[in-house]
């Protein structure tokens, strides 16, 4: 198994997170393909301290991953900081700029990936 460091750099100048997003969160993470192809699968969300961690319940749907995140009105900035191994297709890795709805329970993530051409949407409820 080959381990390689990943560490993905932006949003370095948004505002930090409010802290009503502080906690736990579960819900579905649900990937479109241009194909046609719909893959979703459960996940957890945990905020604390402008740091973030995404654990699956399904492997790589979407690949577990931590770093840090910041808020700027309705869009959140993740930077995955793991260390991943080379088993997946590293491009799903969440990462980036996502909008965002959040009203202190429920939040939905969504990203339109323009590069690959599909869509992530995180669907999240408060633990």
Request: charged content about 20%.
């Amino acid at each position: 198994m080959v381990v390689l460091p990943l560490v993905f750099l932006a949003c370095s100048d948004m505002a930090l997170n409010p802290p009503e997003m502080e906690g736990s969160f579960e819900g579905t993470f649900t990937i479109s393909h241009s194909t046609g192809l719909v893959e979703t699968g459960s996940v957890t969300f945990t905020f604390i301290d402008n740091r973030y961690t995404c654990t699956p319940n399904t492997a790589f749907l979407p690949p577990s991953g931590s770093g840090t995140f910041v808020v700027e009105g309705n869009i959140i900035c993740l930077a995955d900081t793991v260390l991943h191994t080379a088993e997946f297709d590293w491009t799903l890795i969440l990462t980036g700029e996502f909008s965002m709805l959040f009203d202190g329970t429920h939040m939905v993530l969504d990203q339109h990936d323009q590069k690959y051409q599909r869509h992530r949407r995180i669907d999240l409820r408060r633990r």
